[in-house]
C-alpha cells in the first residue's frame, strides 16, 4: 500500500480537536440550512497528488487547512508556500486557519465559506474538482508528477 494512503488511515483515525470541532460544525451548518443534499458532503483527508489536505469542499474547489503549531516554524511555512502554490495551479483555492481562530471564529469562517458558494455554480465545481484530482494522482502513479521539495532538501 502506498505511504500516503496509509499516513491519511492514520490521520483520519486520530484527528486533532480542531479537526473534529470544525468538521461537526460544517455539518451541522449545512444541515441547519438544508444545502447538504444541494451541495456534495464535505471530503476530509483527500489525497491531491504528493499531498494529502485537511478538507475539501468540491463542490467549491476550496480546500481549507487548519494550521497546527508545526506549520508557524520555518521549515512550516516553506512548506506550506510549496503545497499552496502548486495546488493551486492545478486549479483549487486554498484557505487557511490556525487551528485557535477555528475553536474562536468558526461561525466568521463557515459562513465566509458558504459565500464562496454563492461565487460559483456548485455542481459544476464539484466535477471539476473531481477532474484535477484524478488528473494529479494518475500523473503521480506515471511519474510525471514531480514533487516539490521540502524546505530541508532546498538547503
Known sequence: MDKLKLYRQRMLSYPTKAEVFFYNKLKDYYSKKQLYYRHPPIERQVIIGWYIVDFLLPHKELIIE?????????????????????LKEIGFDIVRYSNNEIMTKSNEIIEYIDLWASLNHPMECYYNSKRYIRMANRMKRKNKLERIPKSKELV
Do not use: E, V, Y
Open 66 to 86: 487548519l494550521d497546527g503549531n508545526q506549520h508557524f516554524t520555518f521549515d512550516g511555512i516553506t512548506d506550506d508556500i510549496f503545497r499552496t502554490a502548486w
